[in-house]
């Protein structure tokens, strides 16, 4: 039971500073996503995005915070093994099936609907 107070404060956490940040800032969107995914993988570098997935479980992995932590986890755990080329190898291991749901269902979506001008 505690593992959804956990995931329903930490995704609250992400939520309440991501519009503080839209709210008191002239950042886009698209500015404060890409600094999340940032953020998500320096926690990662310093072993502290793991810490939070184990309290909070589904909560650390849903948000955008989490993508940037995948890509550095990947990247490192192909390093280990191959070395400096490792993370350019292993960089999209984690990601690449949510990517590539997204660009099919992108493209399935720009075929079903008109774009506004």
Do not use: W
């Not at 995931?7 to 609250?12: R, V």
């Not at 590539?100 to 269902?105: E, Q």
């Amino acid at each position: 039971m505690e593992t959804y107070v956990y995931a329903f404060l930490f995704c609250g956490f992400v939520c309440m500073i991501s519009q503080l940040i839209l709210d008191n800032t002239k950042l886009t969107p698209g500015h404060v996503t890409s600094l999340f995914v940032v953020v998500g993988a320096m926690l990662d570098v310093f072993g502290i995005y793991d810490k939070i997935v184990l309290y909070c479980g589904a909560g650390a992995i849903i948000p955008i915070t989490s993508f940037g932590h995948l890509l550095i986890h990947g990247a490192m755990d192909v390093a280990s093994e191959n070395g400096f080329m490792g993370l350019a190898l292993g960089i999209f291991d984690l990601t690449s099936a949510g990517i590539s749901v997204a660009v099919v269902s992108a493209f399935f979506l720009a075929l079903l609907f008109k774009p506004r001008h």
